[in-house]
T-cell receptor, first 116, second 112 residues
């Protein structure tokens, strides 16, 4: 159990366009989902935390108008990179929190975004 | 000073060796300790978690926590080439919900 999927796994877009990335918890309900960005040979950098039905909480330095997050259901969160630029090229990973005796984050496989 | 320090390596060992991966931390509020494994271009996979000082064993993996020294370790016995990956420690405070503080990750290469 505790499978998280992301779609697409890889996307190339032109500078100035917008890209939407989906994150789904397949076999559990996730009231909290997280979006991370990871540059090559770097650790995960938390971008924002989203709770179902409410506005996302963004980390300092992350532009909320550029990275739009929607968490409309208990199994789906989306990240839209608006007006993408080459410096937005990165590996974007989502995770979903599953409640239990030990609240765990389960990670998706990631989405590689390349902006040309 | 970062809250979680982890040597990024790379660490190269021969197949069959015992691998020791470590993290140190500065915040006494951290109560939960996790190790994730991340293969190249994949999402992290939870390997082990613990919340008390001492050892926890799972197959070839042993997680060790020393809260007094603020030091955590992951040992891999009989390492295999398939263990080649980046290993990230992640720590969580007791009252922080799901929020994790990650180390930079240590890149491990196990050579046949």
């Amino acid at each position: 159990g505790a499978v998280v999927s992301q779609h697409p796994s890889w996307v190339i877009c032109k500078s100035g366009t917008s890209v939407k990335i989906e994150c789904r918890s397949l076999d559990f309900q996730a009231t909290t989902m997280f979006w991370y960005r990871q540059f090559p040979k770097q650790s995960l950098m938390l971008m924002a935390t989203s709770n179902e039905g409410s506005k996302a909480t963004y980390e300092q330095g992350v532009e909320k108008d550029k990275f739009l997050i929607n968490h409309a259901s208990l199994t789906l969160s989306t990240l839209t990179v608006t007006s993408a630029h080459p410096e937005d090229s990165s590996f974007y990973i989502c995770s979903a929190g599953r409640q239990g005796a030990f609240s765990e984050q389960y990670f998706g496989p990631g989405t590689r975004l390349t902006v040309t | 000073q970062k809250e979680v320090e982890q040597d990024p390596g790379p660490l190269s060992v021969p197949e069959g060796a015992i691998v020791s991966l470590n993290c140190t931390y500065s915040n006494s509020a951290f109560q939960y300790f996790m190790w994730y494994r991340q293969y190249s271009r994949k999402g992290p996979e939870l390997l082990m978690y613990t919340y008390s000082s001492g050892n926890k064993e799972d197959g070839r993996f042993t997680a060790q926590v020393d809260k007094s020294s603020k030091y955590i370790s992951l040992f891999i016995r009989d390492s295999q080439p398939s263990d080649s990956a980046t290993y990230l420690c992640a720590l969580r405070a007791g009252n922080s919900g799901y929020a994790l503080n990650f180390g930079k990750g240590t890149s491990l290469l196990v050579t046949p």
